[in-house]
């Protein structure tokens, strides 16, 4: 699994935006840019697919209609199609353009990367966070 490199040449534990390690999001269906459960990300990572999120109908609709069908499957790259309630590892540039058009899905920051915060201030993502007491 990528992970950042530190200084002395060991690799560093993946961080969530909570500073914890990071968790995973879905095996079911399996997520993340390098369809290992987690929102990891790295250099080839352009889309920074970094938000755990929790779709929902309603955001499903939106993002089909911004270009991104999540609902519909595509056996051949190995993907189900989403149904409400799936996690997923979201775009962060997708998730905030979304709770600029009052679409967000929740989100589990547990398992929501920490380079998120590159596109998305923390207190936007806790706002809609389903993993906090």
């Known amino acids: 699994m990528p992970r950042d490199s530190g200084d002395d040449g060991r690799r560093a534990p993946r961080r969530n935006v909570l500073g914890g390690t990071l968790e995973p999001?879905?095996?079911?269906?399996?997520?993340?840019?390098?369809?290992?459960?987690?929102?990891?990300?790295?250099?080839?990572?352009?889309?920074?697919h970094t938000v755990c999120v929790v779709v929902s109908a309603e955001f499903l609709t939106y993002s089909a209609g911004r270009g991104n069908d999540l609902s519909t499957p595509a056996p051949h790259f190995g993907f189900p199609g989403l149904q409400p309630g799936d996690r997923w590892c979201l775009c962060a540039p997708r998730w905030q353009e979304a709770l600029t058009d009052g679409m967000a899905p929740r989100v589990v920051l547990r398992a929501t990367h920490e380079k998120a915060l590159d596109y998305c201030a923390l207190e936007d993502l806790k706002k809609?966070?389903?993993?906090?007491?």
Not at 128 to 133: E, W
């Open 25 to 48: 999001c879905s095996s079911r269906p399996v997520t993340g840019f390098y369809r290992n459960g987690c929102c990891d990300t790295g250099p080839q990572d352009v889309g920074s």
């Open 128 to 133: 809609y966070a389903v993993d906090l007491n």
